[in-house]
C-alpha cells in the first residue's frame, strides 16, 4: 500500500509521520510525493515507516502489476469464470475497494468499470455500494498501450480518436479508454 493512501487511512499528516517515525519531514515529504523510491530506501528507513503506520515492512513494498499486465489478468478472468461468476466473486472479496484502499486507482477503476459493464450487458442493477466511486475520474486519460505506440509512430492521434468513439462507456467514465474486453487468447 502506498504511504499516501496509509496516511488517509491512518487519518495521519506527513509532519506527524515524520514526528512519530524519527525520519527528517523532508524525506518523508520526498517519498510521498514520489521524489524518492521506497524501494531504494535503508531498511532501516523502511523499518521506522512501518513501526510509525503499524504496518509490516512487506506492506510497504507490496509490487504493483504492469497495468497493461493487469487488465490482461482482468479479462482473462472474466473469460474463465464467465460474466456472472466474475461479477460475485469480485464483489464477494470487496476487490474494487481493496484497490482503491492501496491507492491504486487505475487498477480500482478498471475493475469496477468491468463489473459496471457486465452488469449492464447481462441486465443486472449496478452495486450500490460503489456509487461514490463512479464519480471519480483519472486526470489523464489512459489509452490501451498499442493504441499510443501507434499514435506515437505515426505521429497522429488518429488512432487515439478512433479509440475513443469504441470506447466502452464503463471504462470512459474512469477516463480509461477500452474498446474490447473480450477477444483474448
Not at 497495468?67 to 470487496?94: N, P, Q
Not at 489509452?143 to 479509440?163: I, T
Amino acid at each position: 500500500m502506498s504511504i499516501n493512501a496509509l496516511l488517509k487511512q491512518k487519518n495521519m499528516t506527513r509532519y506527524r509521520l515524520s514526528q512519530l517515525s524519527g525520519i527528517p519531514k523532508t524525506t518523508v515529504l520526498d517519498i510521498c510525493n514520489g521524489k524518492a523510491q521506497l524501494e531504494n530506501c535503508s531498511s532501516g528507513t523502511l523499518f521506522k515507516l512501518a513501526k510509525a503506520l503499524a504496518v509490516p515492512m512487506e506492506s510497504l513494498l507490496e509490487p504493483r502489476p504492469d497495468f497493461e499486465a493487469y487488465k490482461s489478468h482482468i479479462c482473462h478472468k472474466v473469460k474463465r469464470l464467465g460474466d456472472l461468476d466474475f461479477i460475485i466473486e469480485t464483489l464477494k472479496a470487496d476487490e474494487v475497494r481493496v484497490l482503491f484502499n492501496k491507492g491504486w486507482y487505475i487498477e480500482s477503476f478498471y475493475l469496477l468499470s468491468m463489473v459496471d459493464y457486465l452488469s449492464r450487458e447481462n441486465g443486472l442493477p449496478l452495486v450500490e455500494n460503489y456509487n461514490g466511486l463512479r464519480s471519480a475520474r483519472l486526470k489523464k486519460t489512459v489509452y490501451p498501450a498499442g493504441v499510443h505506440l501507434m499514435s506515437m509512430a505515426s505521429g497522429s492521434d488518429r488512432y487515439k480518436e478512433n479509440c475513443l468513439k469504441e470506447a466502452i462507456p464503463e471504462f470512459l467514465r474512469h477516463n480509461i479508454v477500452e474498446a474490447e474486453v473480450r477477444s483474448v487468447c
